[in-house]
């Protein structure tokens, strides 16, 4: 009898782990992160998209972002869909708020650290977004010798 009691508590703490341990499922699959995975520039963009299966405490999501091809490019943090309770969005200490639908951009040099926390996830709450390279705009000197270049341009057909 005690032995029969041993194994229903194995099964149950078993079936309850995965709860407790509050942490959210990420899909896989070909150009997907999940928690503490690293997004290089270079294999931009990249999607990541998690849910809670079962009602969960408080938890945190930690994305590490590298450069690895300088200067001319940003990251693009687009928020495609969030029902998370309480979520703070935190890029290297610093806290943006970021809107579905709506673009973010920072400027990456080296590594940097996203950390999404969030508090009291309901069932089938999720959270998906996508993290991409983009250039930088072109700089104002550049914009200004092209301008100075027309200017010129027009100039001499007169």
Do not use: C
């Amino acid at each position: 009898m005690i032995k029969k009691l041993k194994y229903a508590a194995a099964a149950a703490f078993a079936a309850i782990a995965p709860g407790a341990a509050s942490a959210l499922t990420f899909s896989g699959g070909p150009g997907t992160l999940s928690d503490g995975d690293t997004f290089l520039f270079t294999t931009s963009p990249a999607d990541v998209g998690a849910i809670a299966f079962a009602p969960e405490g408080a938890g945190s999501i930690t994305i590490n972002i590298l450069n690895d091809v300088g200067s001319n490019l940003r990251l693009a943090f687009d928020l495609v869909g969030n029902t998370l309770h309480g979520a703070v969005f935190t890029l290297d200490g610093t806290v943006f708020n970021p809107v579905v639908g709506t673009e973010f951009g920072a400027a990456i040099s080296g590594l940097s650290t996203l950390v999404i926390t969030y508090t009291g996830a309901d069932a089938f709450d999720s959270i998906a977004f996508e993290l991409a390279a983009v250039p930088l705009p072109a700089a104002a000197a550049m914009m200004l010798t092209a301008l100075g270049g027309l200017a010129l341009a027009k100039f001499r057909k007169s």
